[in-house]
């Protein structure tokens, strides 16, 4: 049997809009990205497990894992069965790349059981094409870091281009998720089709500064470079008192604010964890609406996709 864990993802980033991205773990080292294990069988075979499995699709045709697996015999002309077994640990509709992470999860853990036919690149074509489907745009600032791990640059052009990105290693990012739902095919539909060359020119400086400091070490530069002038005019309706959160974070000391994906998380950078506990205790109380809402302090995932025992931090 295979068994392969998904870290949630920050699309994104707040400056790089669909192509930047970051794996994330939280540093209680607790479940956050789904779990795919695969084994044989005569007859396909799905099993959804997890805290979240009950709000995944009634039908398994909807079921990603099925999709996934779909395509990758369609790739791979695989004619064999299996049984898939995905433990659904990250809310749906989210904005923590939970499609992707169940994406990933599957594809890399199918790519191992059947002895690797598929490369790294072909991988993330098919995870792309898979995320297109459900979510309405092609963008892989999900799928690349919950596979590949770290701050990921992604590039399509002939070829998709995957880069890791340095980051700072003190920084803390406090995630908050508050308990509801928000599609990702809703959020990208609210955005302009078209922006004015002033945005353009500002957002190429934003993303160019980011990568500059990250790349030079400087972490205030780059935290001040955060900023998204893309999507969160469009998509702060959407979140529930998205400004008011902002000011106050930055009151406690968040050096940088943003949406996670398309939402409805929220992230908040700070240097310290101190003031990371402080913010995670603010966005339990103000943010979270009800008992499946959470706040999590986190750090960079370096790793990615990995094969795991029994325990999470168990890297096989
Ligand atoms: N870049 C995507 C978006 C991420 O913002 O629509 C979706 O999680």
Known sequence: MIKIYAPASIGNLGVGFDILGAAIYPIKKNMLGDVVSIKSSKKFKLTNLGVFSKDLPKSYKDNIAWKAWLIFLKKTKIKKNVHIILEKNLPISSGLGSSASSIVATLVALNIFFKKPLNKIQLIRLMGKIEENVSGGMHYDNVAPSYLGGVRLIIKKKKIISQKIPYFKNWFWVISWPGIKLSTLQSRAILPKIYSKNTCIKHSQYVSCFIHSSYTNQSSLASSSIKDILAEPFRKKLIKNFSKHKKNVKKIGSIA??????????????????????????????????????AHICKIDPIGARKIGKKINEII
């Open 257 to 294: 604010y943003g949406i996670s994906g398309s939402g409805p998380t929220i992230f908040s950078i700070c240097k310290n964890k101190k003031i990371a506990k402080k913010i995670k205790k603010y966005f339990l109380k103000n943010y979270v609406e009800n008992k499946k809402g959470f």
